[in-house]
């Protein structure tokens, strides 16, 4: 099974609202990803977590925060976002950070966000 | 610096035709990885393939295949007999250190 799963499929939220996107595997991968893709473009790599610990940081403005509560979890909190802040937010895991440049990562499906 | 270019943006064939998406990357270790994901209208990334830097063997799976040159940095894929599934958008990627660097992405359609 190779299933990373993401909730929820779409968002809507004001730019004074706070919500969170959830990911979830159960392939036992130790390395956790967040992707932001606008259209028409590559993923971009925002946060990479390693055995549940943050090890990445793309310089994230801060109205994004990763939390990873156990190893099969990661969620990303959004506040006081901006409309530029619209795209579609992609979880990725893959199997051993340590060696992890080998391992290809999974991706769910997304979240489609849009900030009104 | 581009570290992965996919020169073409779109590329629109026929059903049953034969399509072949380029890319060419550009690292400086001797170990990395490549990989190439379709990324069909539903929007998730599907992994197709890993090939190391040590591994020149090409590869078929089904009406896939994949063309590693070292020697010009490329890593070509070819789809055979397309179908109207085939469409969607093709990222190669390089992996040489923490992160994946992903190509522009080239966008299939294959026509009924």
């Known amino acids: 099974d190779t299933e990373v799963t993401q909730t929820p499929k779409h968002l809507v939220m004001g730019m004074t609202n706070k919500k969170s996107l959830k990911c979830e595997q159960h392939m036992g991968h130790r390395a956790m990803y967040w992707y932001k893709q606008k259209a028409k473009k590559p993923p971009e790599l925002m946060f990479v977590y390693s055995y549940e610990k943050l090890s990445i940081n793309e310089s994230v403005p801060s109205r994004f925060s990763p939390e990873c509560p156990n190893s099969s979890l990661l969620n990303l909190h959004l506040h006081a976002l901006q409309p530029e802040d619209s795209a579609l937010y992609l979880c990725?895991?893959?199997?051993?950070?340590?060696?992890?440049?080998?391992?290809?990562?999974?991706f769910g499906p997304g979240t489609r966000l849009t900030v009104t | 610096a581009q570290k992965v270019t996919q020169a073409q943006t779109e590329i629109s064939v026929v059903e049953k035709e034969d399509v072949t998406l380029d890319c060419v990357y550009e690292t400086r270790d001797t170990t990395y990885y490549l990989f190439w994901y379709k990324q069909p209208p539903s929007g998730e990334l599907v992994f197709l393939i890993r090939r190391n830097s040590f591994d020149e063997q090409n590869e078929i799976s089904g009406r896939y295949s994949w063309n590693f040159q070292k020697s010009t940095s490329s890593f070509n894929f070819t789809i055979t007999a397309s179908q109207v599934v085939d469409s969607a958008v093709y990222f190669c990627a390089l992996r040489d250190d923490y992160k994946l660097s992903f190509g522009a992405g080239t966008t299939v359609t294959v026509r009924a």
């Open positions: 990725a895991s893959s199997q051993d950070p340590g060696q992890g440049v080998r391992h290809e990562q999974y």
